[in-house]
């Protein structure tokens, strides 16, 4: 039982490319979550999933982009990469996210991303 | 969202006791609380969620007045591993849930 697993670990881009962190678990969970975390704060919710098909913006939702084609799969696409998106991304998954709790956040490990 | 204050650093001793207190004087009905523990390099992992009252599990304790405007994270008798990042979240619905800064737990040998 892998989790929740992100790829890739580390990625340097350039301004103005783009890229898609890609993640997936396989806890069977309805909720999928894409956060990002700058040096020394706390996470932020950039989109999240409460099944296939189906995505919401979070607190800082701009400059990305997210699908959610299967219940395993929640990509994060960046286009026109810029500095400012210089962070860690953090995806996780939730078997409830609107019932009687918020249920259990399960991350993945990570995806270092800076932008030059 | 309801806002959380929890103090920004504590250092601890190995084998005490550690309680962090989160203040969130404006929780509603339907929140829940709950913590997570970050250590570098990792994304959080859940600890604890409660109501009201207290709840234990195998890694800690939670601690909820009858009016719920704090909570308290208790973690028995600290080792080096408890190193980390402890989060104070307050929310109804999982894409509420609002990281703050939390709370960095230094444990001295």
């Known amino acids: 039982n892998a989790g929740v697993t992100q790829t890739p670990k580390f990625r340097i881009l350039k301004i103005g490319q783009s890229m898609t962190l890609q993640c997936t678990q396989d806890m069977n969970h309805n909720y999928m979550y894409w956060y990002r975390q700058d040096p020394g704060m706390g996470l932020k919710l950039i989109y999240y999933?409460?099944?296939?098909?189906?995505?919401d913006k979070g607190e800082v939702p701009n400059g990305y982009n997210v699908s959610r084609s299967t219940t395993e799969d929640f990509p994060l696409r960046l286009e026109l990469a810029a500095p400012s998106q210089t962070s860690v991304y953090f995806c996780?998954?939730?078997?409830?996210?609107?019932?009687?709790?918020?249920?259990?956040?399960?991350f993945g490990e990570g995806s270092r991303l800076t932008v030059l | 969202l309801a806002k959380t204050t929890q103090p920004i650093s504590m250092d601890s001793y190995e084998g005490q006791e550690v309680n962090i207190t989160c203040s969130h004087n404006n929780i509603a009905t339907n929140d829940y609380i709950t913590w997570y523990q970050q250590f570098p390099s990792q994304g959080p992992r859940f600890i604890i969620q409660?109501?009201?009252t207290k709840v234990t599990n195998e890694v800690a304790s939670l601690f909820i007045p009858a009016d719920r405007k704090s909570s308290t994270l208790s973690l028995p008798r600290v080792s080096l591993s408890d190193t980390a990042v402890y989060y104070c979240l307050v929310a109804a619905r999982a894409n509420n849930l609002f990281f703050g800064t939390g709370t960095r737990l230094t444990v001295i040998p």
């Open positions: 999933s409460v099944g296939a098909g189906i995505t």
């Open positions: 996780a998954s939730s078997y409830s996210g609107t019932g009687r709790n918020t249920g259990e956040l399960f």
């Open positions: 409660g109501y009201k």
